[in-house]
């Protein structure tokens, strides 16, 4: 299957500082990429849709300004947590979905452990 | 709104003893209903993608089925190996990219 990446793997940050996560298509091109958060034993919740090239679609709820996130290319999505609080602090995943069509899958990164201190 | 709900939360299974997850789901037009695992402070792996009520999917010991309203994945003889968490989602049409998730099944097999 498709492979997906996410640097770093897990992060510590002190309160107040800003962390940027990377996603990378390896092997396609994923014109939409997804930015999910899991909290321990529950299911993903989705953060934002991105399109390469545009600007990210929000979830209700979801602080634009502090989570944001950039689609620069076919391969690669970021999302920055600015200004970071220990709330924060939590399992970020993205995803990203093969090229249009009926018959497109999403595919996941490993996730990145936040940790806010 | 599409909605999914995966039953049972948690099933314990002794090794070698088969069993079948649940994931019953409404959607307004099926675009395709798909099935992950999930390890520990992992992110989710692909298993398979179920378009039409009817279709039939295998890998090893997995086997997914898709009707009008449920997925099952059936475990045939499972291996301590494949406890995770199971996690069920759909694609509808007024979803846009946007996939529906239930809430997982979480397996545990013991040797």
């Known amino acids: 299957g498709a492979v997906v990446s996410q640097h770093p793997s897990w992060v510590i940050c002190k309160s107040g500082t800003s962390v940027k996560i990377e996603c990378r298509s390896l092997d396609f091109q994923a014109t939409t990429m997804f930015w999910y958060r899991q909290f321990p034993k529950q299911s993903l919740m989705l953060m934002a849709t991105?399109?390469?090239?545009?600007?990210?679609?929000?979830e209700q709820g979801v602080e634009k300004d502090k989570f944001l996130i950039n689609h620069a290319s076919l391969t690669l999505s970021t999302l920055t947590v600015t200004s970071a609080h220990p709330e924060d602090s939590s399992f970020y995943i993205c995803?990203?979905?093969?090229?249009?069509?009926?018959?497109?899958?999403?595919?996941f990164g490993p996730g990145t452990r936040l940790t806010v201190l | 709104e599409d909605q999914v709900t995966q039953s049972p939360e948690a099933l314990r299974l002794q090794e070698g003893e088969s069993s079948s997850l649940n994931c019953s789901y409404t959607v307004s037009g099926l675009r395709g209903l798909f099935w992950y695992r999930q390890d520990p402070g992992k992110g989710p792996e692909f298993l398979f993608t179920l378009y039409s009520a009817g279709e039939e999917k295998e890998k090893e010991r997995l086997k997914a089925t898709l009707t009008k309203k449920e997925s099952f994945l059936h475990i045939t003889a499972p291996k301590p190996e494949d406890s995770a968490t199971y996690l069920c989602a759909v694609r509808g049409n007024n979803a846009g990219n946007m996939l529906t998730f239930g809430g997982g099944t979480r397996l545990m097999v013991k040797p």
């Open positions: 991105s399109n390469e090239g545009s600007k990210a679609t929000y």
């Open positions: 995803s990203a979905r093969t090229s249009g069509g009926a018959t497109d899958t999403q595919y």
